[in-house]
C-alpha cells in the first residue's frame, strides 16, 4: 500500500484480526479508518460493532443493511442451482463475500477512501 493513504474503509468485524489491523493502519500509514461492517443476518453478532470501533481508534462506522440484497442476489439463486457443498451445506460465508464487497465499495466511495483493508486470514 502507498505511504500516502489518507483514508481506509476497514472490513470490521470487530475481532483481534481486524481490530489490530485498525490500529496498525492507523500508526503505520497516519491515515484515516472508517470501519466498515455488513449486515447479512448475524444478528447479535454486530451488538457493540460501533462503539468498539470507534473505541479502537476509527473516526466512523458504518454498518450497511445487506440482508435483502444477499438473499435477492445470492442466496435465492443459490437455491435454485441447488449450490450445496457435499450436498448438504449451505455456502453461506462463500456467498456473502460478493455481496459484502460490492457493499463496501459504495461506502469507499462515498467516504473518498484511497485503500480498503480486511482482516481475513
Same mark, same amino acid.
Given at each position: 500500500?502507498?505511504?500516502? +493513504?489518507?483514508?481506509? $474503509?476497514?472490513?470490521?468485524?470487530?475481532?483481534?484480526?481486524?481490530?489490530?489491523?485498525?490500529?496498525?493502519?492507523?500508526?503505520?500509514?497516519?491515515?484515516?479508518?472508517?470501519?466498515?461492517?455488513?449486515?447479512?443476518?448475524?444478528?447479535?453478532?454486530?451488538?457493540?460493532?460501533?462503539?468498539?470501533?470507534?473505541?479502537?481508534?476509527? $473516526?466512523?462506522? $458504518?454498518?450497511?443493511?445487506? =440482508?435483502?440484497?444477499? +438473499? =435477492?442476489?445470492?442466496?435465492?439463486?443459490?437455491? =435454485?442451482?441447488?449450490?450445496?457443498?457435499?450436498?448438504?451445506?449451505?455456502?453461506?460465508?462463500?456467498?456473502? =463475500?460478493?455481496?459484502?464487497?460490492?457493499?463496501?465499495?459504495?461506502?469507499?466511495?462515498?467516504?473518498?477512501?484511497?485503500?480498503?483493508?480486511?482482516?481475513?486470514?
Amino acid at each position: 500500500m502507498k505511504k500516502n +493513504v489518507k483514508k481506509v $474503509v476497514l472490513a470490521y468485524s470487530g475481532g483481534l484480526d481486524t481490530s489490530v489491523i485498525l490500529l496498525w493502519l492507523k500508526e503505520t500509514y497516519g491515515c484515516e479508518v472508517v470501519a466498515w461492517c455488513a449486515d447479512v443476518g448475524q444478528a447479535e453478532e454486530l451488538d457493540g460493532l460501533e462503539a468498539k470501533a470507534l473505541k479502537t481508534g476509527a $473516526v466512523q462506522y $458504518v454498518q450497511a443493511d445487506l =440482508r435483502e440484497a444477499f +438473499v =435477492r442476489d445470492f442466496v435465492f439463486p443459490a437455491f =435454485r442451482a441447488n449450490c450445496l457443498y457435499e450436498g448438504e451445506y449451505l455456502l453461506g460465508t462463500s456467498l456473502a =463475500r460478493p455481496c459484502i464487497i460490492e457493499g463496501m465499495m459504495k461506502t469507499v466511495a462515498d467516504v473518498g477512501a484511497d485503500a480498503i483493508a480486511h482482516g481475513a486470514t
